[in-house]
C-alpha cells in the first residue's frame, strides 16, 4: 500500500497522500493507525480488511497491556490493570503502603555475605516492573537498581522489590497525560549522580525527554566505565542523552516530515556545560573515553544545544537517586506522573469528554 518503513523504528510506516500524513504503528498482528484525516484513515481500513481478515477494535483504549484514554483535553495512558496484576501475583494485594519506591539514601550492593533468594521468582518480578516503565518513570530509578542483581539476588535485594510493589500499590492508577495544544519541540534533561554503586563506583545516568509538557521517553542506567569526577559523571550523562536526542529528532522529522531543530538538552552543572562547548581537552579531561565526546560534535554540528538548569527543576534528578518522600513527590509531579483515573482528573477540573466522532 506504499508505505514507506522509518529506518529509526523499524515498526512505524508512514505514508503522505494529498498532503494528508498516515502513520501506523505495527507490532506483530497487531496496528494501530493514526493520521491527519479521518477520510484517509478510513480508507485505510477498507484497502487493509480488502487484504487480510481484519478485525477493527474502534478507537485505540488498549495496546500491550497500556490502557489509553482519549478525550478533547487529551490523551492519558496508563498500566492500571498489569500493576495490579503484579500485585496479585505476588499476593500483596493487601499490603501496607510506601510513598516512595526505595528508601531515601538506599544503597544496594551484592550483599555476598547475605542468604541468597529465590532467583527465578525474583528475575519474574523485576522483569514485570520492567515492563511497567512504560508509562512510570517515577520507578525507573528503583526498578534499574534492583535489576542489577538478577544474577544472585539476596534479601536485601527481595526487599527492595518488595518496597517497590507496596509503592505501587498505592500508585495503580498514576500514569501519563498527553495535551494537544503545547510547544512542539524536544527538550531532554540529563543529570546523574556521581560514585554510588558500592560494589564498583560507577555513577547513575538519567535522562528525560519532552514534547511539548509531556515526557516521551526516559532511562536511568548505570554508567559502564568509572567517572572520576561529578563533572566527568556528568558529562557521561548528557553524552547518553545528546544520542538519544539525535536519534529523536531523527525520528520525529522522518515520521512528520518536520525539518530538523535543535534539540535542548538541560544539565544542572556548569562545569559539564562547559566541557560540552569547549572542544578543547586537556588535563583532567583528557583521559574521557573519545566516544564521551559525541556531544561536542553535536553541540558544534548545532544539532543539540546545552543549557544550564537550575537543580531544583531538574527533571531527571528521581531517576539517578532514591529521594525522601515530600521531594520525591514533588519531583514526581514535575516530571508530569499523575493520578490519570478519571475520577481524580474530573476532581482536578480536565474535561474528561469522550471525542465525538467527526
Ligand atoms: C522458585 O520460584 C519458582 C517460581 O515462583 C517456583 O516454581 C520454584 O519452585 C521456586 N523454587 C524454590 C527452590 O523454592
Ligand atoms: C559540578 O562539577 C564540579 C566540578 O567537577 C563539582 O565540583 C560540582 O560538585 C558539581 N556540581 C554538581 C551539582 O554536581
Redesign the pocket.
Known amino acids: 500500500m506504499n508505505f514507506l518503513k522509518c529506518p529509526k523504528e523499524q515498526s512505524v510506516y508512514r505514508k503522505y497522500k494529498n498532503s494528508n500524513l498516515l502513520i501506523i504503528a505495527l507490532y506483530v498482528d497487531d496496528l494501530f493507525v493514526t493520521g491527519t484525516s479521518l477520510s484517509i484513515i478510513n480508507e485505510f481500513k477498507n484497502g487493509m480488511s480488502n487484504k487480510f481478515e481484519m478485525t477493527d477494535l474502534g478507537r485505540l483504549t488498549y495496546y500491550l497491556g497500556i490502557e489509553v484514554s482519549q478525550s478533547n483535553s487529551g490523551i492519558t495512558i496508563k498500566q492500571e490493570k498489569y500493576a495490579l496484576k503484579i500485585l496479585k501475583e505476588a499476593c500483596m494485594e493487601t499490603c501496607n503502603l510506601a510513598h516512595a519506591p526505595m528508601e531515601q539514601g538506599l544503597k544496594l550492593c551484592k550483599a555476598e555475605g547475605e542468604k541468597s533468594i529465590?532467583a527465578?521468582?525474583y528475575r519474574?518480578f523485576v522483569g514485570c516492573l520492567r515492563y511497567l516503565l512504560h508509562t512510570r518513570p517515577d520507578i525507573a530509578y528503583a526498578v534499574g537498581v534492583v535489576s542489577r542483581y538478577m544474577q544472585d539476588p539476596k534479601e536485601s535485594h527481595g526487599l527492595a522489590v518488595k518496597h517497590i510493589l507496596r509503592y505501587l500499590k498505592g500508585t495503580a492508577s498514576y500514569g501519563l497525560r498527553y495535551e494537544r495544544a503545547g510547544d512542539k519541540r524536544l527538550v531532554g534533561y540529563s543529570d546523574s549522580s556521581h560514585n554510588v554503586d558500592p560494589d564498583d563506583g560507577r555513577s547513575t545516568t538519567g535522562h528525560i525527554f519532552y514534547f511539548g509538557s509531556s515526557p516521551i521517553t526516559w532511562c536511568s542506567q548505570k554508567q559502564d566505565t568509572v567517572a572520576l569526577s561529578s563533572c566527568e559523571a556528568e558529562f557521561m550523562a548528557a553524552t547518553a542523552a545528546a544520542c538519544q536526542a539525535v536519534w529523536l529528532q531523527d525520528l520525529l522529522s522522518e515520521v512528520t516530515g518536520w525539518n530538523k531543530e535543535r534539540v535542548l538538552i538541560r544539565v544542572d552543572n556548569s562545569s559539564a556545560i562547559a566541557l560540552t562547548k569547549n572542544p578543547v581537552f586537556h588535563g583532567r579531561s583528557k583521559h574521557i573515553h573519545t566516544r564521551f565526546h559525541f556531544i561536542s560534535e553535536c553541540v558544534e554540528d548545532d544539532k543539540v544545544e546545552v543549557e544550564h538548569v537550575s537543580g531544583d527543576k531538574q527533571k531527571a534528578d528521581i531517576l539517578t537517586k532514591p529521594l525522601g518522600r515530600i521531594k520525591f513527590k514533588e519531583m514526581r509531579s514535575l516530571i508530569g506522573v499523575e493520578d490519570v483515573s478519571v475520577r481524580n482528573l474530573e476532581i482536578k477540573g480536565v474535561n474528561e469528554s469522550p471525542l465525538i466522532p467527526k
Open positions: 529465590n527465578t521468582s519474574k
